[in-house]
């Protein structure tokens, strides 16, 4: 928000920042998709280890979730914690290279 003009943000109502998945948030909301995903498997590696890789993408968000979620839907692919952390970490790339 910092980088809009002033008199662009007077015109919205409410002003809100949402900044990047904190790891405790990002943990939670990882363990929350696996295991709503048809298919969940358990992690090859520990849980431990998942999460401290998962706490290295330090440009996360909610919204990084529902794409990787789409993308194993529409190739018919069953993630499990390593895809889904390697799809979230594409994302997490895509958005720090502006998306090419």
């Given at each position: 928000?910092?980088?809009?003009?002033?008199?662009?943000?007077?015109?919205?109502?409410?002003?809100?920042?949402?900044?990047?998945?904190?790891?405790?948030?990002?943990?939670?909301?990882?363990?929350?998709?696996?295991?709503?995903?048809?298919?969940?498997?358990?992690?090859?590696?520990?849980?431990?280890?998942?999460?401290?890789?998962?706490?290295?993408?330090?440009?996360?968000?909610?919204?990084?979730?529902?794409?990787?979620?789409?993308?194993?839907?529409?190739?018919?692919?069953?993630?499990?914690?390593?895809?889904?952390?390697?799809?979230?970490?594409?994302?997490c790339l895509a958005k720090t290279?502006?998306?090419?």
């Amino acid at each position: 928000m910092d980088r809009l003009d002033p008199a662009v943000l007077r015109r919205f109502d409410l002003k809100m920042k949402f900044d990047y998945l904190r790891p405790d948030q990002a943990g939670k909301l990882f363990t929350r998709v696996l295991a709503d995903l048809q298919g969940y498997t358990r992690p090859r590696r520990s849980a431990e280890s998942l999460h401290m890789r998962l706490s290295q993408l330090m440009a996360l968000t909610p919204g990084d979730f529902s794409p990787a979620v789409r993308q194993a839907h529409a190739l018919g692919t069953r993630y499990d914690a390593e895809q889904l952390l390697g799809a979230l970490g594409a994302e997490c790339l895509a958005k720090t290279r502006g998306g090419k």
